[in-house]
């Protein structure tokens, strides 16, 4: 059972070419191991990805690195309060003539070959924006000049600063749900990394510090059938089923599962959320994770390893516990992994 069936020799070529991938955003960004695994298996579960994190911590050069190594037409544009989303479609001037002209803009620049838009600071942009994003994000597919354009390869990397996000537009609950992942990011901790990035001028210069990443580790174009091969040949034994159903179910109704967190009311405390959607990328991604560390099964750290920044996001808290998000989600998500026998 530890080797994939004859016929999957592509998926192990490619698990070897994920690696490499790693190795290579790594090689740049320091002391954001965990950050880099979560955005590959989210580059092969074909989601979408917010990043989220405090002023320079890397966020912007941690999505151009991964675009780098990805390869394939990668665009990007800074949210800003003036963005009107037709901004996203073309822009209008006047050309030396005198006359005015219409070129594409940053979504269709690259045609249909778009493999990677990078929204960076995505909660200054209005909703009308964030519209038109989600759109493209949920059908891959935008009506402009008189035609329908396709992304089949497209995946959306937003970034937002969690300092400001009192100020800016914050992104609805529905459009929260077609990323993927949400995943939080923090200078690193180790001091070894934290010395390098302050007194090595190598990662003074971002422009430099992209351009040394090998380019397109990966056959980008390829990525989708991968994606598909992988969700077919990993396994989810009944055992795993049941304990993916039970997670979502204490989650969801925690005080039904017995959990008790200290001066919460457990009744009230979810409103909602976690969709089927959220929960079936969570599975997506499970099996990302398992075909990454070699096997064609899942086990339960794989739904665990990646179940915060897919599901935390997703749970709807009652108003007055909604201001203790950052701390309430991760100790209720503890108290589910504690609650919930793993098989
Ligand atoms: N972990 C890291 N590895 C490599 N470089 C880093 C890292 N953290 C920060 N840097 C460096 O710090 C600088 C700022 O990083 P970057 O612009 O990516 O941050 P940011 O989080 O996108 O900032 P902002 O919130 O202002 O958009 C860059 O020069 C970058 O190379």
């Given at each position: 059972m530890n080797q994939f069936r004859s016929g999957d020799a592509m998926l192990t070529d490619w698990r070897a070419a994920a690696g490499r991938f790693e190795a290579a955003v790594g090689g740049a960004v320091l002391g954001q191991d965990r950050a880099i695994r979560l955005l590959t298996i989210a580059l092969f579960a074909r989601g979408h990805v917010l990043l989220e994190g405090d002023v320079g911590v890397g966020k912007t050069t941690l999505l151009r690195a991964v675009a780098r190594a990805l390869g394939g037409a990668y665009e990007r544009v800074e949210g800003t309060?003036?963005?009107?989303?037709?901004d996203l479609v073309y822009h209008t001037y006047l050309a030396d003539d005198g006359r005015p002209r219409v070129e594409p803009g940053p979504v269709l620049r690259r045609s249909e070959d778009l493999s990677i838009f990078f929204f960076n600071?995505?909660?200054?942009?209005?909703p009308q924006v964030h519209a038109l994003l989600l759109r493209l994000m949920a059908e891959r597919t935008l009506t402009a000049f008189n035609r329908e354009y396709r992304f089949p390869n497209l995946q959306v990397f937003a970034d937002r600063n969690r300092v400001e996000r009192e100020e800016t537009f914050e992104l609805p609950a529905a459009a929260r749900d077609r990323f993927l992942m949400e995943i939080g990011l923090e200078a690193p901790r180790d001091a070894g990394a934290r010395r390098a990035l302050v007194f090595d001028p190598r990662f003074h210069d971002t422009d430099a510090l992209i351009a040394a990443i090998p380019g397109a580790v990966l056959d980008h174009a390829a990525l989708p059938g991968i994606a598909a091969a992988i969700q077919h040949g990993i396994q989810a034994s009944p055992a795993i089923e049941a304990y993916v159903i039970g997670l979502w179910e204490a989650l969801v109704r925690p005080g039904d599962a017995g959990i008790r967190l200290p001066g919460i009311d457990m009744e009230a405390l979810v409103q909602g959320g976690a969709s089927p959607r959220g929960v079936a990328f969570l599975v997506r991604a499970a099996r990302v994770r398992a075909w990454l560390e070699g096997r064609d099964w899942m086990v339960p750290e794989d739904i665990r390893a990646i179940f915060p920044e897919i599901m935390g996001h997703r749970v709807f808290l009652e108003p007055i516990y909604e201001m203790r998000r950052a701390s309430i989600v991760p100790d209720l998500v503890r108290a589910v992994f504690e609650t919930v026998p793993a098989p």
């Open positions: 309060v003036d963005m009107m989303p037709t600071e995505i909660n200054r942009a209005r």
